[in-house]
């Protein structure tokens, strides 16, 4: 059943200073633009990921562990997923469509997976084909070790560049003094494997004795946001701090994020555990927020249909129920505004191919942003 409310966003949200910029920088200089929702998928429980496939149909996956294909409003419960590991932040993740789809039929998800050593689960990367909704030819490329019970940090967006490479996070497990700066550990990391699963030959850390050779870059804590920048082909993630400290990164080959050795936030009893914001060898946010918004899905609007949003970044908020806009110029925010404020927390967020915005809310459904004329 579809359901349409008007909005007319003039909300802006109380700042913090972010890295490299002030509080005054921030300010509301537009007039507020005014848009509809429309619900044109319901009933969805957590809609973790979506992606759409060459009809315009959708695939959605369900945390719980359920993928979903909607076609002209009929939901079909997709076959033939791996065991899904379901505890905590756990679960079926997201989804993404090789770039080369229509030719190759190649699809590809994050889950929680109980495979390999150890008892509990850890984060992996598959790629599949859908045949007859069904999943066949099922390959493993990446199985996150060792397992752990611990329900938290398991990442996981997943991303294609501009030449082909999948990126995905993986979270620390909730293990931050161990695995995001030790380069043996999985977790805490950014990684760029092939589309098949090879390693490429010029990832940052190759040639280092015992390290993850699939990893990017360092430091994370648990991204749960990353998009492609539509303009400079650039990897941009958005990560979730502590109490304080949420950022946005664009990541660089080998570089270290800093976590948990420097950060904007603290424990969330209310006590610190490190009292430095900046190291040097370890690289600063473009933007971070304090108190966390706790971000998730993460997209850059290049669609003609928001004029006025092009180049913004939106980020989904769990804690507060939004979807944010930021509003960049010159490499700093320089405008937040509150979008779909109120309607649920906001898991995903994704340009879709006929350039309208679709945002995944839980206990709602997919929630379609059309621009009122």
């Not at 066949?136 to 560049?161: C, M, W």
């Not at 944010?324 to 994704?350: A, D, H, N, Q």
Request: hydrophobic share 35%; proline share 6%; charged share 25%.
């Amino acid at each position: 059943m579809k359901h349409f409310t008007s909005i007319c966003i003039a909300i802006m949200i109380t700042f913090t200073a972010c890295a490299q910029q002030t509080e005054s920088t921030i300010k509301a200089e537009a007039p507020p633009q005014k848009y509809e929702s429309e619900v044109v998928v319901s009933g969805l429980s957590i809609p973790w990921g979506f992606t759409f496939l060459p009809d315009n149909s959708m695939l959605i996956t369900e945390k719980a562990g359920e993928l979903i294909h909607v076609k002209d409003g009929k939901k079909t419960v997709i076959e033939g997923l791996p065991d899904i590991y379901v505890r905590g932040q756990g679960g079926l993740l997201d989804i993404e469509l090789h770039p080369d789809y229509k030719k190759n039929g190649w699809l590809y998800f994050s889950y929680a997976s109980a495979e390999g050593e150890g008892q509990g689960g850890n984060t992996a990367i598959m790629r599949a084909k859908l045949v007859d909704a069904k999943l066949t030819e099922k390959q493993l490329l990446y199985k996150a070790g060792p397992n752990t019970r611990r329900g938290q940090h398991f990442g996981s967006r997943i991303v294609f560049d501009n030449n082909g490479y999948l990126f995905f996070s993986i979270g620390d497990r909730g293990n931050r003094d161990v695995n995001p700066q030790d380069m043996t550990k999985d977790g805490g990391k950014i990684y760029r494997i092939h589309d098949d699963g090879r390693i490429p030959k010029d990832n940052p850390f190759v040639a280092s004795e015992g390290a993850k050779t699939a990893a990017y870059s360092y430091g994370h804590r648990n991204p749960q946001g990353m998009t492609k920048d539509p303009k400079t082909g650039a990897i941009w993630t958005n990560e979730h701090g502590p109490r304080g400290g949420d950022e946005i990164n664009i990541i660089k080959p080998g570089k270290n994020y800093g976590w948990p050795i420097i950060s904007y936030g603290i424990n969330y009893s209310g006590t610190t555990f490190t009292d430095i914001t900046a190291k040097e060898g370890m690289e600063q946010p473009l933007f971070y927020w304090v108190p966390s918004i706790a971000p998730s899905g993460m997209a850059i609007v290049d669609s003609n249909k928001y004029p006025a949003w092009k180049g913004n970044v939106l980020v989904g908020s769990l804690k507060f129920q939004y979807l944010e806009r930021l509003e960049l110029k010159k490499g700093k925010v320089v405008k937040r505004e509150k979008v779909l404020e109120g309607m649920g927390r906001v898991r995903s967020v994704k340009q879709g191919p006929d350039g309208f915005i679709y945002v995944g809310i839980e206990n709602v459904g997919i929630v379609k942003i059309i621009p009122s004329k």
